[in-house]
């Protein structure tokens, strides 16, 4: 029997994969799901797994570090959010790559490709290590609970955050959840490119300003592409936009 091991920070996607691969592949083993890349290389030396899906951006060790580290014979297929990788260096460093959200068809063609092809090159991957393995990583999604139910929220979809006492409000295009975070610990685990804090209270996305203009006490009122609500910035941030 073929056996693989998922690597994925957040128990939900993990849970996704492993049964959607239950039912496209039942003949496969999910021998083990952590959740962080120390304890992926742990398991995966007790187990010594066929294939390992593995996501790229973790705390503590990246995918690609526990790529490197694997039993030789191990199998990767990267699983990632994004595609600011190379594509083309991802297929060349694992048997395959896929996106999320996985779907069904994609997975079957990986599926497939896992049982057509034998063991993969390990010093184009330790390569591709040292060329992008030192990249940060940002938090992709975020875990928001609506009533009995927990979502995922993507990142990429967030307008802005709003402190809200001993919650965060993660504000979307359509809907505001409430996460349980300071809006602190969020902040440094965003992107700063993509992310910036305007207030104490208040980290909006870059790509979402559509214009700032001063008011009275010199602070800027911010205009939002995909909300009909104005964000205003404090003195301290005002910096942030006098170029823009």
């Known amino acids: 029997m073929t056996t693989a091991l998922i690597l ?6 993990a849970e996704q994969l492993r049964d959607k691969l239950a039912r496209l592949w ?22 010594q797994p066929d294939i390992a899906f593995l996501d790229i951006r973790l705390p503590g060790l990246s995918g690609l570090e526990v790529a490197a580290a694997l039993p030789e014979h191990t199998r990767v ?19 395959d790559y896929l996106l999320k959200p996985v779907s ?20 184009e991957l330790l390569a591709l290590l040292q060329q992008v393995g030192a990249a940060p990583s940002w938090l992709q999604w975020i875990r928001a609970g609506l009533g009995e139910t927990t979502v995922l929220v993507p990142v990429e ?41 305007i207030h104490r ?3 909006v996305r870059v790509d979402q300003i559509a214009s700032a203009g001063r008011d009275l006490r010199g602070r ?17 941030y005002g910096h942030l936009f006098r170029h823009m």
Request: glycine letters at 4%.
């Open 77 to 95: 297929v990267f699983v990632t959010a994004h595609d600011e990788f190379a594509v083309e260096a991802f297929r060349a460093a694992a048997v």
């Open 26 to 47: 039942p003949e496969l083993e999910i021998v083990g799901m952590p959740g962080e890349g120390r304890e992926a290389l742990r398991m995966a030396r007790q187990t």
């Open 201 to 203: 209270g208040v980290i």
């Open 8 to 13: 994925e920070d957040e128990p939900l996607l």
């Open 157 to 197: 979809e967030v307008v802005y955050f709003r402190a809200d006492a001993k919650y965060t409000s993660v504000v979307t295009r359509d809907k505001e959840h409430l996460v349980r975070r300071a809006i602190s610990q969020l902040e440094s685990q965003l992107d700063p490119d993509k992310f910036w804090r």
């Open 104 to 123: 069904d068809e994609r997975l079957v063609a990986t599926i497939e490709r896992l049982r057509r092809e034998g063991s993969q090159n390990r010093e």
């Open 220 to 236: 800027y009122v911010l205009t939002l592409r995909d909300r009909p609500e104005k964000l205003r910035s404090s003195q301290a």
